[in-house]
C-alpha cells in the first residue's frame, strides 16, 4: 500500500471512487440472473486472459544451503528476501490480523469489495491520508504479483501500479477471476506469502525472521498484529528501520479491528497492545561471504557450490540464468559438507599455521566411490574484510585455495605423483615386485644444463642417499620415496603415459606451463613424476579417492540433493562416476601404498616408510604418500582408506619462492592424519583388497649389497660422482 499522498493523489482517489461507485450503481440495476451471467462470463474471460504469473505464480525465493544432515544451515542466496510457507504453518492469529488491517470482508466478497472501497474513501477524505485501503487482499495480491514477475518488462511491472482508471479495473477484472478458480484460504496465503513488510523481508515467513527470529507458526497475537500493520506502509512503520511509534501505533489499530471483527476479544486487544515491542532482529545471510556465525571457513565451500550450480545446464541455459536460479528459485541444497569432519579439518589447518601466517595449509576430503567433498578447510577467514598493509589474502580472502580456479593455479605436491608413475607401469604389465639398483643420482635421457646435471643431461638424486639407494621395487620403492626408482620407471613406461595416467584420474593443470607441456611435449616431462606440476588439495585427494575406490573415477559433488520449491527433486545429486582403472591395478597401488603409512602389503614387502605416525594416529588400515617439492617449498601428505581420502598442501598461495621448510612435514601429515580418524569414526573397520599374485609378481631380493662404512661411501662418491653433486643433493629432488 501507498504512504500518505498528496492533495492531487487524494484528489485521483475521489475521482476514481466516483467512477467505481458509478459502475456499483450500475451493476446493481441489472436483473439478479442476467447480473450473474454477465459475471460468471466476465470472469472467465478474464481468467483465460491472466498473465501466467497469476495462474502459476512464480514469485523469487531465496534458496538454502544445508549441511549433509540437511539441518545445519551454511547460508541462503537471494535477490528477494521470501521463502514460501503453508497456510497451516502460520498462525491463525496472523491470518486474522492481515484480514482485520486490510480486508474485513474477505471471506465474503467476490474479489473486488467496491462497498469497501467507498468505505475506504470516506476515511480517508476525513483523515487527510490512507486510514484503510480500498483493494481487497485479492486485489492486492494481483497487483503484488504483476509489480515483481520477473518474466515481464520492466515497464510492464511499473504499469501494475499506476494510478489510472484502467489499471484499477483490469486489477477488478483479474481478482474476479481467481476467486473464481482459487479458494478463499489459497488467496490468503498466496497473498501471505508475497506481502511486504519491510526492512528487506517479503512474506510472512521472512518477516517472522526478520523482526523476531522465529517461525510464523509461532508468531504471538501482537507480534501478527504489528506484522499486518506494516504492509500498508512498509518501510515507514518497519520498528527496525523505520519509525517505532507509528509502527505501535499501526499495531493497536490492528488489534482493534481485530475485537471489531470478532477474531478476538476486546480485553485480549487491550492485553496485547500493552505488551512492550519486543524485537529480536534476524538478518538473512545472503550468500557466501555471509555463513552461519563462527563458520566463516564453511565459506570456501560455499563458493565451491556455487561455482559448480553455475556449470549445471539444469539450472539455466546461461551462467545468468543459473545464478538467477540460485537467488531467486526457492531451491533446497542439502550439501555434502560434513560438519564435523570440517571442523576437525579446520582446527587441523589452524594449528600448523595461524590465519595471520602468510603461509596455508589448504585440506580437502573426499569421499571414495561418489566423489562426494566432505570438508574443505584453510587457514583463511571467507571474508572480504580489509587485510592489514602488506598482508596478501591474509586472513581474509574468497580465493578458492582448496579447489582451485580464478587465479589459484595450485600448488607442487612433490612424491606425491608417483602414484601415477606407479600405476602407469602396472596398468603397462610391470609388477609390484618390478626391481631396480637405484642409485644415489640417475643420469636420464633429458637434456639439462640447470647446475648439477651429468654431462649436459638432467640427473636427479635421491634426498637421503644412505637409506634410499640400493635394489628396490615398487613397494619400498614407494614406501621410502626413492626419486630414482620413480624417473628410472618412468622412462620404462613413458612419461607421456604417466602424465594420461594423472589426468585420467582428476588431476587439472590450471597452469599455462603445466597444461602446455602435457599438450606438447608430455613424453619429455622427464620431473612430472617428481611432482613438478601444480595441483590442489581437492584434485589430489579426489585422484587417491579414485585408487581407494578400486579404479572408479567420480567427478566431485557438492549436494546430495537439491529440490525445487515446489517440491519436486532435480536430477543433479547423484554421482558422476566412471571406471578409469582395472581393479587390480588400483588394490596392487594401494598395497605399496600401505608401505608410506608404517603399514605392512598384503605380500610383506614394506620396509619403511616416511610418515609412519599414521599408522598410530588412524589405527585401521590406510595408505598414502608424502610429497616434498623442490627444495622443501611446499609439502604434502595425502591418506586414504576406502570410506575417505584427504589431502593437504602447507605452501604460501601468493609466493612460490616462500619456501615451508621440511620441519613442516611431519605437523602436515599428523594434521591430514588426524581429519582421517574424525571421518572414519564410528564407521565399521574395512580393509583393502590384496592385489593378485600376478600384478604382485615375484618379490624375490637379490642379496643385499654390502654396506660400506660412511668413510668408504664419501670416497667412492668423491670417485665415481661429479664434483658438484652434494651441492646439488642439498637442495634439490627432495622425495
Avoid at 2 to 19: C, D, I, K, Q, Y
Avoid at 87 to 115: C, K, N, T, W
Avoid at 367 to 381: D, I, S, Y
Wanted: glycine share 10%.
Amino acid at each position: 500500500m501507498p504512504s500518505p499522498r498528496s492533495p492531487l493523489s487524494r484528489l485521483f482517489t475521489v475521482l476514481l471512487a466516483g467512477v467505481l461507485a458509478g459502475l456499483v450503481l450500475a451493476v446493481a440495476a441489472l436483473p439478479g440472473g442476467l447480473l450473474g451471467g454477465l459475471t460468471a462470463k466476465a470472469s472467465l474471460g478474464a481468467y483465460a486472459e491472466l498473465p501466467d504469473a497469476l495462474r502459476t505464480p512464480a514469485q523469487p525465493q531465496r534458496s538454502y544451503l544445508y549441511a549433509n544432515d540437511g539441518k545445519t544451515l551454511i547460508t541462503t542466496f537471494y535477490d528477494v528476501n521470501r521463502s514460501d510457507v503453508p497456510l497451516a504453518e502460520i498462525a491463525p492469529v496472523m491470518r486474522q490480523a492481515i484480514i482485520a488491517a486490510e480486508d474485513r470482508r474477505f471471506y465474503s466478497h467476490g474479489g473486488a469489495d467496491l462497498r469497501g472501497i467507498a468505505r475506504a474513501l470516506v476515511a480517508n477524505v476525513k483523515g487527510g491520508g490512507t486510514e484503510q485501503g480500498g483493494s481487497t487482499l485479492t486485489m492486492q495480491y494481483v497487483r503484488n504479483v504483476l509489480k515483481t514477475d520477473p518474466t515481464r518488462t520492466a515497464e510492464e511491472r511499473q504499469a501494475a501500479t499506476e494510478q489510472t482508471v484502467g489499471r484499477k479495473l483490469q486489477e477488478i477484472r483479474y481478482a474476479n477471476a481467481l476467486e473464481k478458480t482459487l479458494s478463499k484460504d489459497e488467496i490468503l496465503n498466496r497473498y501471505l506469502n508475497i506481502a511486504y513488510f519491510g526492512s528487506g523481508a517479503y512474506g510472512v515467513a521472512a518477516a517472522s525472521q526478520r523482526y523476531f527470529g522465529k517461525a510464523p507458526a509461532d508468531l504471538t497475537l501482537g507480534e501478527a498484529a504489528l506484522l499486518a500493520g506494516l504492509v500498508q506502509s512498509p518501510d515507514e512503520y518497519s520498528p527496525i528501520d523505520g519509525d517505532k511509534d507509528q509502527a505501535l501505533a499501526r499495531r493497536g489499530y490492528v488489534l482493534d479491528s481485530m475485537a471489531e471483527t470478532g477474531a478476538i476479544t476486546a480485553q485480549q486487544a487491550a492485553a496485547a497492545k500493552a505488551e512492550p515491542l519486543t524485537l529480536h532482529p534476524t538478518a538473512q545471510p545472503n550468500g557466501c561471504t555471509a555463513v552461519a556465525q563462527g563458520h566463516d571457513d564453511w565459506g570456501f565451500f560455499c563458493d565451491y557450490l556455487r561455482q559448480w550450480w553455475l556449470a549445471q545446464p539444469a539450472f539455466g541455459n546461461t551462467v545468468k540464468e543459473r545464478e538467477q536460479a540460485l537467488r531467486r528459485g526457492g531451491y533446497s541444497v542439502v550439501t555434502t559438507l560434513d560438519p564435523k569432519i570440517q571442523q576437525t579439518a579446520q582446527k587441523q589447518a589452524t594449528s600448523v599455521y595461524g590465519y595471520g601466517n602468510k603461509r596455508a595449509l589448504p585440506i580437502a576430503a573426499v569421499e571414495p566411490g561418489t566423489g562426494r567433498v566432505l570438508a574443505m578447510a584453510v587457514n583463511r577467514h571467507y571474508s572480504l574484510a580489509d587485510n592489514p598493509a602488506g598482508q596478501a589474502n591474509h586472513p581474509n580472502t574468497v580465493n578458492p585455495l582448496i579447489s582451485g580456479g580464478a587465479s589459484v593455479d595450485g600448488y607442487q605436491a612433490g612424491s606425491t605423483f608417483k602414484l601415477f608413475t606407479m600405476l602407469a607401469a602396472l596398468e603397462a604389465g610391470k609388477t609390484l615386485s618390478t626391481g631396480f639398483d637405484a642409485p644415489a643420482k640417475l643420469p636420464t635421457r633429458y637434456a639439462s644444463d640447470d647446475e648439477g646435471n651429468c654431462a649436459g643431461k638432467w640427473c636427479p638424486g635421491n634426498a637421503n642417499p644412505e637409506w634410499m639407494d640400493g635394489y628396490r621395487m615398487m613397494w619400498d620403492g614407494f614406501g621410502r620415496s626413492v626419486n630414482t626408482y620413480f624417473v628410472w620407471l618412468a622412462e620404462q613406461v613413458g612419461e607421456d603415459k604417466v602424465v594420461e595416467m594423472a589426468q585420467r584420474l582428476g588431476i587439472t593443470f590450471r597452469a599455462d606451463s603445466d597444461a602446455a607441456f602435457a599438450k606438447d611435449d608430455a613424453e619429455n616431462w622427464g620431473a612430472f613424476t617428481l611432482g613438478v606440476a601444480a595441483t590442489t588439495p581437492l584434485d589430489l585427494a579426489n585422484a587417491y579417492a579414485t585408487v581407494a575406490a578400486e579404479g572408479t573415477y567420480c567427478t566431485p559433488l557438492p549436494v546430495v540433493s537439491v529440490t525445487a520449491a515446489n517440491g519436486e527433486k532435480v536430477d543433479v545429486g547423484q554421482p558422476s562416476c566412471r571406471k578409469v582403472l582395472d581393479a587390480d591395478v588400483a588394490r596392487a597401488a594401494t598395497d605399496a601404498a600401505r608401505c608410506p603409512v608404517g603399514q605392512q602389503s598384503a605380500y610383506g614387502q614394506c620396509n619403511g616408510g616416511t610418515a609412519t605416525s599414521v599408522n598410530r594416529i588412524v589405527g585401521r588400515p590406510v595408505a598414502g604418500k608424502t610429497g616434498s617439492s623442490e627444495q622443501n617449498a611446499t609439502e604434502t601428505f595425502v591418506g586414504f582408506t576406502p570410506q575417505v581420502a584427504v589431502a593437504g598442501i602447507a605452501a604460501n598461495p601468493d609466493d612460490s619462492t616462500d619456501l615451508v621448510g621440511s620441519a613442516v612435514q611431519a605437523k602436515v601429515i599428523d594434521a591430514v592424519a588426524r581429519v582421517i580418524r574424525t571421518a572414519v569414526d564410528g564407521k565399521p573397520v574395512k580393509d583393502f583388497t590384496a592385489p593378485s599374485r600376478e600384478l604382485a609378481g615375484d618379490p624375490q631380493r637379490p642379496q643385499p649389497r654390502p654396506t660400506p662404512d660412511p668413510e668408504e661411501r664419501r670416497q667412492q662418491d668423491r670417485e665415481n660422482l661429479p664434483s658438484d653433486l652434494l651441492r646439488w643433493l642439498q637442495g634439490r629432488g627432495r622425495g
